[in-house]
């Protein structure tokens, strides 16, 4: 049985154990974007299929354009996107120990709300969401 690692997790944790997947771990389905414009378009009836593709596309952008910007995205309930720099450092080959420069790049970053944590995790969810 899983058990969370802090304080406030375990403030939220159902008393029984979560259900656990027969599935290994990444055999599971992969939801893609037709599904998740599917998901749009039924949620809202009075949209057509088109302007509901361009509302998800237009949050899509949006999100983009703010990372490209480096400012932070947070999605309440969901989690927060982040930009970080990394400097240029010396990295070393595994194969065959060969020492090489890694240059500077910007590299994102995702972390996961409490409450998406929860949910994934079959526990109740937080009562007090920071994002």
Known sequence: MDVPRNKKML???ATQAPA????????????TRVELLDAVYAACPTLSRAQARELFE???E????????????KLRAFGAFNVRSKRE???????????ATIDARRVLT???SPTL????NGWAAP?????
């Open 127 to 131: 009562a007090d969401e920071e994002d």
């Open 110 to 112: 995702f972390k996961a």
């Open 11 to 13: 403030a939220g944790h």
């Open 62 to 73: 949006e999100i983009c354009g703010a990372l490209v910007r480096e400012e932070a995205v």
């Open 89 to 99: 450092r010396i990295g070393r080959n595994p194969r065959n120990g060969v020492e």
């Open 117 to 120: 944590i929860a949910k994934v």
């Open 20 to 31: 656990v997947s027969t599935k290994k771990a990444g055999s599971g389905k992969t939801t």
């Open 58 to 60: 237009m949050t899509l």
